[in-house]
């Protein structure tokens, strides 16, 4: 791979990808399961609130009061916030493999993902994801979101860095297709096996793992 076309900087989302959804179809049904709470008007609030929520515009107690408080409960919302968070499960070889090859080749890591605040808080703290990520485009503060292509744009002007050198990962073949037009070169991640084959294809060769500092 000649030099002037060497990947220096990876765009990655995190659900589906570093980690599982925070706030999916499926954990929504579960939700639903566990506190008795009728799916389908769940799933009709959530659909005219959450966008809102992941553009920054709504608290987790608004889009709450508004998808499941909006009438008495018999639990709290302490018990069912915590539950919205025991959701997120990382990635072990996923996160592994990004540590790997920012240290291997000195990349530069910007994560690109829709997610609300309260939610993306935790999950960066969960999972120390502030530990390899060098920048956060995300929805909730920018206040854009996927498929926006702004919020590309945004992370290339953010990351100062020539989109012939930018690698995007990410599991939405729209959003994959939306970067493509963008001119970004993309991996639409499906499995590990899978993606550390074409991150290979692009020069960035997984060896192994590395030794990480402690503080």
Known sequence: MEKANAITCLFLDIG??????????RSRELAAKK???NIDEMQERHRLTF????LGKLTLEEYLSRTVFYKERAFTRDQF????????????EMLELI?????????????????????????????NLNGF???FISSCFVHLRKPDAEILRLALDVAQTPVGQVIYIENTPL?????E???IRTILHTDYRTTCAKLASFGLKNEGSVIHETS
């Open 16 to 25: 589906g990808v570093l980690l599982s959804n925070g706030w999916d179809h």
């Open 35 to 37: 506190f008795d709470l």
């Open 51 to 54: 966008d809102t929520y992941e």
């Open 81 to 92: 916030r915590e539950f919205m968070f025991a959701q997120s499960q990382p990635y072990p």
């Open 99 to 127: 540590r790997n090859l920012k240290a291997r080749y000195k990349l530069r890591i910007a994560v690109v993902n829709n997610e609300g605040c309260e939610l993306n808080a935790y999950r960066i703290r969960k999972f």
């Open 133 to 135: 990520v060098d920048f």
């Open 175 to 179: 959003f994959v297709q939306i970067a």
């Open 181 to 183: 037009g963008l001119g």
